[in-house]
């Protein structure tokens, strides 16, 4: 079983930056994907950005592309979502989960880990 702990959410104003950190539990962490979901309220969670096992490969939904980036430390267990240029519409509550298939996939149901959410609140 793993353990995600995800921390860093906060209230910025528009154009502001974040940096979420995932926390995780686990021997075997670094050879699972990873990836980052948000979910508004009355909405589906949505895929966010993915990270890979081995060399680093990395996916983005195009919403986020050139201001998010994902990034992991295996040696401290850690995945990074860090967020530059926020908007609005970025308000939600972030979620990371992990994959011990590795399939660095776009669905939720893909994912058999979840942490339980940091909230992001970005005013105008």
């Known amino acids: 079983q793993v353990q995600l702990v995800e921390s860093g959410g906060g209230l910025v104003q528009a154009g502001g930056s974040l940096r979420l950190s995932c926390a995780a539990s686990?021997?075997?962490?670094?050879?699972?994907?990873m990836g980052w979901f948000r979910q508004a309220p009355g909405k589906e969670r949505e895929f966010v950005a993915a990270?890979?096992?081995?060399?680093?490969?990395?996916y983005y939904t195009d919403s986020v592309k050139g201001r998010f980036t994902i990034s992991r430390d295996n040696a401290e267990n850690t995945v990074y979502l860090q967020m530059n240029s926020l908007k609005p519409e970025d308000t939600c509550v972030y979620y990371c989960?992990?994959?011990?298939?590795?399939?660095?996939?776009?669905?939720?149901?893909?994912?058999?880990?979840w942490g339980q959410g940091t909230q992001v609140t970005v005013s105008s």
């Open positions: 989960a992990a994959d011990p298939k590795r399939r660095v996939g776009r669905s939720r149901h893909e994912y058999d880990y």
């Open positions: 686990g021997r075997t962490f670094s050879s699972y994907s």
């Open positions: 990270i890979s096992w081995s060399v680093g490969r990395t």
